[in-house]
């Protein structure tokens, strides 16, 4: 029996990839370089600053200079926080009619609050979520179980009663630890790694509306 569903955000809920390349390519153009198409920063975008810092300068967070860059990255990142992200099409109607079963749904993201909760608040849906665990929320991150167990604890639901659904291998790993039932979300980033079939999850779905078929 399903009491609860939850969701990650960039790549599932919605498509924030284009203002995240917004902010890498106006860090590549002001040294010079030529922009990255959106489809190769699609890949890398569930990653957050540290993929796509990797992408676009082939840099991570052990160089000397990769906390400048982030930090850059980020305030150009929250100046166009919501300005082409959308909710990915069919998941209004998905919340819609969790809303009308009366069915709590709630977000766990690793993307920090300070960008999740002004997000999710232009996108609409902070009046609507039943929870929001954002980045730094708990001790540990995805792929540890930790935040969606707080989520569950936020619902007052047991971790076997929900499910969670996402598009990279980390999503699937914390619900299984959490003992939740994950759900890949096809249509969304997914990496560049490993197929999704081998990550573990018995469900996939390539449109928002085949969850309620499962439910």
């Not at 209004?92 to 977000?107: T, V």
């Not at 792929?143 to 167990?149: A, D, S």
């Not at 499910?163 to 969304?188: F, Q």
């Amino acid at each position: 029996m399903i009491e609860a569903v939850l969701f990650d955000l960039d790549g599932t809920l919605a498509d924030t990839a284009p203002d995240l390349g917004y902010a890498l390519n106006q860090q590549r153009i002001a040294r010079g370089l030529s922009t990255i198409p959106l489809e190769l920063i699609r890949t890398e975008a569930s990653a957050g600053a540290r993929g796509l810092l990797g992408l676009g300068f082939n840099i991570s967070p052990s160089d000397s200079d990769y906390p400048d860059m982030r930090e850059e990255f980020l305030d150009l990142y929250a100046a166009r926080l919501c300005h082409d992200t959308q909710l990915f099409p069919g998941v209004s109607e998905l919340l819609d009619q969790l809303d009308i079963r009366k069915l709590p749904w709630g977000i766990v993201t690793n993307k920090p609050a300070r960008f999740a909760k002004p997000l999710i608040h232009l996108l609409g849906l902070s009046q609507r979520a039943a929870c929001l665990i954002s980045g730094g929320d708990t001790t540990h991150s995805k792929p540890h179980p930790e935040p969606l167990l707080a989520a569950s604890h936020a619902l007052a639901v047991a971790p076997d009663t929900c499910i969670y659904l996402g598009d990279d291998m980390r999503d699937v790993e914390a619900s299984l630890a959490a003992g939740m039932e994950p759900v890949i979300a096809r249509y969304g980033y997914l990496g560049n790694g490993h197929p999704p079939e081998s990550w573990g999850a018995r469900y996939l779905i390539d449109h928002p509306r085949e969850l309620l078929a499962y439910l």
